[in-house]
Structures are given as C-alpha cells and as structure tokens.
C-alpha cells in the first residue's frame, strides 16, 4: 500500500490552511489549503486504512474480529472533545467559506453602487440634454453676434 507522504517542512508552513491562500479583499486574505499529512488527518487516514487494509466474511466470529478492530480503530482516534480532529480542520475552512461569501456580497454591493453611478452618468434624458444643445446655441450664436459687431466696429464709429 502506498501513501501519500505529505509536506513535512513544517517551519515553512505550519498551518495547513496557509498552503493554498485566496486574497477576497485589497486586505484580507483567507486561507484554504490543507494537508493530508495534518495530524488528524493523518490520524483519520491511517485508522481507515487499517479497516480498508482487512477482509471479513459472514461468520459470527469474523463478526466478533470486526467489531474487535472497529472498537480498536474507534480508540485510536481522537475523543468528541479534542483540540486536534479533523472537524476543528472543517470548522477553519468553515469560517474561510464565511468569509469570502461576505467578501463577495460586499464586492456586489459595491459593484452595483458603481453601476448606478456609472449610468447616472451615461444615460442622460433627452430632455435634459435638449435643454443644454439648447442653452450652448444661445450662448454660441450670442458670441457670434458680438464678434461680428466687434469686426465691423471701426475707430471712427468708436469714437
């Protein structure tokens, strides 16, 4: 049987979740890895495959064996109330889950703040933008008038 040997250098990761990291905000990043190696993990796996690793058939005493080595396989790993189990693993990839789902609801929020905005901008009504074609060719054709009656202005009229 072969198995997975994992990444033993500790020091440079120590924390499964640090091995895979997903950055969900300009500063905020979550950690999502884990290793098979973890100890619970490891634990877990190695205590499955004792089970996997056996063979029983239908008889009353491959039954006693079985139960024999599910009660053994059940002592070996960690009672309901230890620290280091494979559900505190869950739980921490849990709370990464939670926090990149409010990452994303606040990156919609924003992005739909900005498409408002951003259409504020570029839908205009026609109305409003009759009105400002309107207003610049009053305040074009007034200059216009002014520059003429400054060109044909001479110095004797001016005097």
């Given at each position: 049987?072969?198995?997975?040997?994992?990444?033993?250098?500790?020091?440079?990761?120590?924390?499964?979740?640090?091995?895979?990291?997903?950055?969900?905000?300009?500063?905020?990043?979550?950690?999502?890895?884990?290793?098979?190696?973890?100890?619970?993990?490891?634990?877990?796996?190695?205590?499955?495959g004792?089970?996997?690793?056996?063979?029983?058939?239908?008889?009353?005493?491959?039954?006693?064996?079985?139960?024999?080595?599910a009660?053994?396989?059940?002592?070996?790993?960690?009672?309901?109330?230890?620290?280091?189990?494979?559900?505190?693993?869950?739980?921490?990839?849990?709370?990464?889950?939670?926090?990149?789902?409010?990452?994303?609801?606040?990156?919609?929020?924003?992005?739909?703040?900005?498409?408002?905005?951003?259409?504020?901008?570029?839908?205009?009504?026609?109305?409003?933008?009759?009105?400002?074609i309107?207003?610049?060719?009053?305040?074009?054709?007034?200059?216009?008038?002014?520059?003429?009656?400054?060109?044909?202005?001479?110095?004797?009229?001016?005097?």
């Amino acid at each position: 049987m072969t198995w997975y040997v994992g990444d033993d250098d500790a020091t440079a990761v120590p924390n499964g979740r640090d091995t895979a990291a997903a950055r969900v905000d300009d500063s905020y990043v979550v950690g999502t890895g884990a290793r098979a190696n973890e100890p619970p993990i490891r634990d877990l796996l190695v205590q499955l495959g004792v089970l996997a690793a056996e063979t029983f058939s239908n008889t009353d005493a491959e039954h006693r064996r079985y139960d024999m080595l599910a009660g053994k396989v059940r002592s070996n790993l960690p009672p309901a109330d230890a620290a280091g189990k494979v559900e505190s693993i869950v739980g921490e990839l849990g709370s990464a889950l939670a926090s990149m789902n409010a990452a994303k609801e606040r990156h919609q929020a924003t992005e739909a703040v900005l498409r408002e905005a951003l259409a504020g901008n570029e839908e205009s009504k026609p109305e409003e933008l009759a009105a400002a074609i309107l207003a610049l060719q009053t305040r074009l054709q007034a200059s216009y008038q002014t520059t003429s009656i400054l060109a044909r202005l001479s110095i004797v009229d001016y005097l």
